[in-house]
């Protein structure tokens, strides 16, 4: 079995020759060679019989047992499949000045018809799914290829979505929010400033664009949001396996941009909807473009929201929802786990369990960062389901599976999974406080103006809730899984959540789960990360896990109901900051503490620690 992250076979592309490792990372008579791979789609689109055009040959692979999978000409034909291999491994992309294009060329490559053992229920074939991070992270080029858009329409495509992404973010800066304004006024100026027509050029150009680039089959293949995951820094290449001459042509600039578009349209629809406004209807189709393509969670590279979109790709076999998506998680799950009996296929319920069961287990805090769009079954709350989502205030927390180039974060609890009576429910054990007196302090330190004007006019707290039988959402008066703004209607939120957990004589605490913090970064690190930006500048908070007791007979396990964060960075006011002073080393300067410190920071006796069930 191959070791440190190399593929069970590569293809030697001027032999078109599948060699199987050997030891010593040896591949025919090469050692540890240089290897691109590439990413595209053909799944769906396989002959299903030798009788089903017959005149459709496979590609000549020599040195492999299976049968070459044929594919749909109206798909791609063999002659575009053997320009796409040529291509990738060749010395330059493509005559430009761009130096990130001129790159030694390779003879290997990882091409998954070659190097998968295609029978069906296969061992290796399981088994090298399971491998597919650190196939690609080795891999020194990866292409995605776009077998469905000409080289015209897509370069145009990429352009003009990049374009309007910069014109947008010029639209933001130029008519954002006043940030010397009193904070009073601060959110009705923003909220105005803020808005949208729909109208706007760049608007229309971006949705227009959006809409041809995801036309392509590759957009909506389950297997290929892994791999663009695994590689965001891939060449994006046309249908005639030529890449785009744009200056930035690899898959991130796409998804970053798409990003930017999304978050400017959210606001907009944010403000319309808290003054009642009508016609967002441009800015809700572009963010449902991103959102369910996915493109949101990619540029964040968040992920469990990853996980969450994977329900709007296409694959053939409802358990690939799990082994389509484990491997940015690094999980090898079912079949595809070491030493697992191959005889035995694992149905979608129980790979799903795994996947809770190990997600709690190896990344407890991001395990919980999902909220739950319908009911779950009694005892299921803890774990991510098929119906979750991730909402915006968990995107800065997990980067790149456990850690964030912003920050990190911390575990201030204990979680796992416990059966009983045949359910697995999520157990911890941490410090908890009753919801009342947390959403007092909240309240009570935005009412000190010197600590509150460190948030720019933001809310101390963000609370994101599941949809469940017990809380409906009708009892609110904004829809609290719609990412409300933190500005006075998290206020209205939480005060709504303490009148129906009374009228209900609901329990309700909040578990400490976790706390996120840049202030351990260095100056240097956080002009690399762009930490010019002052809001990014000493960001730490805590993030809760809000539960609920039902009561009743044996009505002994918490239900869980949501997740909130709040700040702590603008807890200590320090003044006399002399002008130009920079973030790290105002960190310095003696401060004075706001009176709710201590017990935010999850430091005083009214944290209680407990244990129990929850789901």
Same mark, same amino acid.
């Given at each position: 079995?191959?070791?440190?992250?190399?593929?069970?076979?590569?293809?030697?592309?001027?032999?078109?020759?599948?060699?199987?490792?050997?030891?010593?990372?040896?591949?025919?008579?090469?050692?540890?060679?240089?290897?691109?791979?590439?990413?595209?789609?053909?799944?769906?689109?396989?002959?299903?019989?030798?009788?089903?055009?017959?005149?459709?040959?496979?590609?000549?692979?020599?040195?492999?047992?299976?049968?070459?999978?044929?594919?749909?000409?109206?798909?791609?034909?063999?002659?575009?499949?053997?320009? /796409?291999?040529?291509?990738?491994?060749?010395?330059?992309?493509?005559?430009?000045?761009?130096?990130?294009?001129?790159?030694?060329?390779?003879?290997?490559?990882?091409?998954?018809?070659?190097? %998968?053992?295609?029978?069906?229920?296969?061992?290796?074939?399981?088994?090298?799914?399971?491998?597919?991070?650190?196939?690609?992270?080795?891999?020194?080029?990866?292409?995605?290829? /776009?077998? !469905?858009?000409?080289?015209?329409?897509?370069?145009? #495509?990429?352009?003009?979505?990049?374009?309007?992404?910069?014109?947008?973010? +010029?639209?933001?800066?130029?008519?954002?929010?006043?940030?010397?304004?009193?904070?009073?006024? !601060?959110?009705?100026?923003?909220?105005?400033?803020?808005?949208?027509?729909?109208? +706007?050029?760049?608007?229309?150009?971006?949705?227009?664009?959006?809409?041809?680039?995801?036309?392509?089959?590759?957009?909506?293949?389950?297997?290929?949001?892994?791999?663009?995951?695994?590689?965001?820094?891939?060449?994006?290449?046309?249908?005639?396996?030529?890449?785009?001459?744009?200056?930035?042509?690899?898959?991130?600039?796409?998804?970053?941009?798409?990003?930017?578009?999304?978050?400017?349209? !959210?606001?907009?629809?944010?403000?319309?909807?808290?003054?009642?406004?009508?016609?967002?209807?441009?800015?809700?189709?572009?963010?449902?473009?991103?959102?369910?393509?996915?493109?949101?969670? *990619?540029?964040?590279?968040?992920?469990? #929201? *990853?996980?969450?979109?994977? #329900?709007?790709?296409?694959?053939?076999?409802?358990?690939?929802?799990?082994?389509?998506?484990?491997?940015?998680?690094?999980?090898? *799950?079912?079949?595809?786990?070491?030493?697992?009996?191959?005889?035995?296929?694992?149905?979608?319920?129980?790979?799903?369990?795994?996947? =809770?069961?190990?997600?709690?287990?190896?990344?407890?805090?991001?395990?919980? /960062?999902? %909220?739950?769009?319908?009911?779950?079954?009694?005892?299921? =709350?803890? !774990?991510?389901?098929?119906?979750?989502?991730?909402?915006?205030?968990?995107?800065?927390?997990?980067?790149?599976?456990?850690?964030?180039?912003?920050?990190?974060?911390?575990?201030?609890?204990?979680?796992?999974?416990?059966?009983?009576?045949?359910?697995?429910?999520?157990?911890?054990?941490?410090?908890?406080?009753?919801?009342?007196?947390?959403?007092?302090?909240?309240?009570?330190?935005?009412?000190?103006?010197?600590?509150?004007?460190?948030?720019? =006019?933001?809310?101390?707290?963000?609370?994101?809730?599941?949809?469940?039988?017990?809380?409906?959402?009708?009892?609110?008066?904004?829809?609290?899984?719609?990412?409300?703004?933190?500005?006075?209607?998290?206020?209205?939120?939480?005060?709504?959540?303490?009148?129906?957990?009374?009228?209900?004589?609901?329990?309700?605490?909040?578990?400490?789960?976790?706390?996120?913090?840049?202030?351990?970064?260095?100056?240097?690190?956080?002009? /690399?990360?762009?930490?010019?930006?002052? +809001?990014?500048?000493?960001?730490?908070?805590?993030?809760?896990?809000?539960?609920?007791?039902?009561?009743?007979?044996?009505?002994?396990?918490?239900?869980? %109901?949501?997740?909130?964060?709040?700040?702590?960075?603008?807890?200590?006011?320090?003044?006399?900051?002399?002008?130009?002073?920079?973030?790290?080393?105002?960190?310095?300067?003696?401060? %004075?503490?706001?009176?709710?410190?201590?017990?935010?920071?999850?430091?005083?006796?009214?944290?209680?620690?407990?244990?129990?069930?929850?789901?």
């Amino acid at each position: 079995m191959p070791s440190d992250g190399w593929p069970q076979r590569l293809l030697h592309v001027p032999t078109m020759t599948s060699y199987e490792w050997q030891d010593g990372h040896r591949y025919g008579a090469h050692v540890m060679p240089a290897y691109s791979a590439i990413s595209y789609t053909w799944g769906r689109y396989e002959l299903p019989s030798p009788h089903a055009q017959p005149h459709v040959r496979a590609i000549t692979i020599h040195g492999v047992s299976w049968a070459i999978p044929r594919i749909h000409e109206a798909h791609f034909t063999v002659a575009q499949f053997e320009a /796409l291999i040529r291509r990738s491994v060749a010395e330059s992309l493509a005559p430009s000045p761009n130096p990130s294009w001129r790159t030694t060329a390779f003879e290997f490559l990882w091409l998954d018809v070659a190097c %998968i053992n295609q029978t069906p229920r296969h061992p290796q074939k399981a088994a090298e799914i399971g491998r597919q991070a650190a196939i690609f992270r080795k891999a020194k080029r990866v292409l995605v290829w /776009l077998n !469905r858009t000409p080289r015209v329409i897509l370069e145009r #495509a990429v352009q003009k979505i990049i374009i309007a992404a910069e014109l947008a973010a +010029e639209h933001h800066a130029s008519t954002g929010p006043d940030r010397n304004e009193q904070a009073a006024a !601060r959110e009705t100026e923003s909220a105005s400033r803020a808005l949208l027509t729909g109208n +706007e050029q760049w608007l229309t150009s971006a949705l227009t664009y959006l809409k041809r680039l995801t036309e392509d089959k590759w957009f909506s293949s389950l297997w290929t949001l892994q791999e663009a995951f695994l590689s965001s820094w891939a060449y994006v290449i046309s249908e005639e396996t030529e890449p785009i001459c744009h200056d930035s042509p690899q898959l991130h600039s796409i998804f970053e941009a798409c990003e930017t578009l999304n978050k400017i349209c !959210r606001q907009s629809v944010s403000y319309k909807t808290m003054s009642g406004q009508e016609g967002a209807f441009n800015e809700a189709e572009l963010i449902d473009i991103v959102g369910r393509s996915g493109f949101s969670a *990619l540029a964040v590279e968040n992920p469990m #929201a *990853l996980y969450t979109v994977a #329900a709007n790709r296409a694959t053939t076999r409802p358990v690939d929802y799990i082994y389509g998506i484990m491997q940015v998680f690094d999980f090898q *799950l079912g079949v595809s786990a070491p030493n697992a009996d191959p005889a035995r296929q694992p149905a979608l319920p129980e790979l799903e369990l795994q996947f =809770g069961k190990r997600l709690i287990k190896d990344h407890p805090v991001m395990s919980q /960062l999902h %909220i739950h769009t319908k009911p779950v079954q009694t005892g299921q =709350g803890w !774990r991510v389901s098929s119906s979750s989502i991730v909402p915006e205030v968990a995107n800065k927390v997990p980067f790149h599976v456990t850690r964030s180039f912003l920050g990190d974060h911390t575990l201030l609890c204990k979680l796992s999974y416990k059966s009983v009576d045949g359910v697995t429910w999520g157990w911890f054990s941490g410090k908890v406080c009753p919801f009342d007196r947390v959403k007092t302090a909240w309240l009570s330190i935005d009412a000190r103006p010197e600590y509150a004007r460190c948030l720019h =006019g933001r809310t101390p707290q963000q609370v994101v809730l599941d949809q469940t039988s017990l809380v409906p959402m009708s009892s609110f008066s904004e829809h609290p899984q719609n990412n409300i703004p933190r500005d006075r209607r998290q206020h209205r939120l939480i005060q709504e959540m303490s009148n129906l957990f009374q009228a209900d004589n609901l329990p309700a605490v909040i578990l400490l789960l976790g706390r996120f913090s840049d202030e351990q970064h260095s100056e240097d690190m956080w002009n /690399l990360a762009g930490g010019r930006i002052p +809001e990014f500048h000493g960001d730490r908070f805590n993030i809760g896990l809000i539960l609920i007791k039902p009561q009743g007979e044996g009505k002994q396990c918490w239900q869980r %109901i949501g997740i909130c964060i709040w700040d702590l960075s603008h807890l200590t006011l320090r003044e006399n900051v002399v002008p130009g002073t920079s973030f790290f080393e105002s960190l310095k300067l003696e401060g %004075i503490d706001a009176p709710e410190k201590a017990f935010l920071e999850g430091l005083t006796d009214d944290w209680e620690q407990t244990e129990g069930l929850f789901g």
